[in-house]
């Protein structure tokens, strides 16, 4: 069970990989009109749910304290994460928002029944190494006249580690209630757009399709997947695991030549790959020692 939902987990993290590549494809639309879309989008498979199964509506009916974690997660992790790319560069903002893995492995250390092992926490560090390779290929420079976008970076990185720790004290919530995240967080991106932004909608088909897959995937199947294997797999893992988005997000955009591929993505491949197996030995053990018993 928990080796599954650890699985589960994962497939939010190769979702997530793909986040860039269906940005870049999907025009010049304003970032808080793009959430707002794709939020919609992203809640289209829990209505379809709802519909087919009105009875799963008593699901949604939850204490405020669940819903004031999930909207704040959702809607503050990308509410922060586009202040901050608009008030720093984007290198500097982007490897300060990726601390959330690291501090989802450490911040699990207090999670009832979690225990805070070297590995796990020299796993999550190797990913940030590597994270840095990616992210930082341009070089890094932190200039004092960015500390607004700095600082909405670091609260990002809270935010959304705090978000899925969180998430693990509500494990007997079902993860129908994404659903409502979703639309809560499309409706304030919307409110966010109309007073902040011109609307520009996608030119061509292409661009309508990338979209779409924004929202149906990164934007949408990527968070029910991580809210049920937060709650039900391995945090820990799954914290040190998720290093393995950006090199995958860069990898995926080598491949269809939006990137360069450079020692540095071999060196960050090492890096992510060797931390999130030295992050996994718990669940390489488990699933070795009962193989040995058998014989």
Known sequence: MKLRATLIGFTAIL????????????????????????????????????????SRLALLKQPAKVWIT??????????LYFTALRNAPAVEAGLIAYLWPLLIVVGSALLPGERLRWYHLAGALAGLCGTFLIVGRNGIDF????????????????????????TRRFDAVSTDVVTGFCLATSILSLVCHLGLETTVWPATAFEWLAVAGLGLLPVGAAFYAWDHGVKNGDIQILGAA??????????ILTLFGFAEPSWRIAAACLLVTGGAVLAARDMFRRKIQPAVAAE
């Open 15 to 54: 979702m997530w990989s793909f986040l860039a590549l269906f940005t870049a494809a999907s025009g010049k639309m304003p970032p808080f009109q793009l959430s707002a879309v794709c939020f919609a989008i992203g809640s289209l498979p829990g209505l379809a749910v709802l519909v087919v199964n009105p």
């Open 70 to 79: 999930g909207i704040s997660g959702l809607f503050g992790y990308h509410f």
């Open 143 to 166: 200039d004092g006249a960015y500390a607004v976008g700095y600082g909405a970076a670091f609260l990002c990185a809270f935010t959304w580690s705090g978000y899925s720790l969180l």
């Open 242 to 251: 998720s290093y393995a988005a950006p090199l995958l997000s860069t990898l």
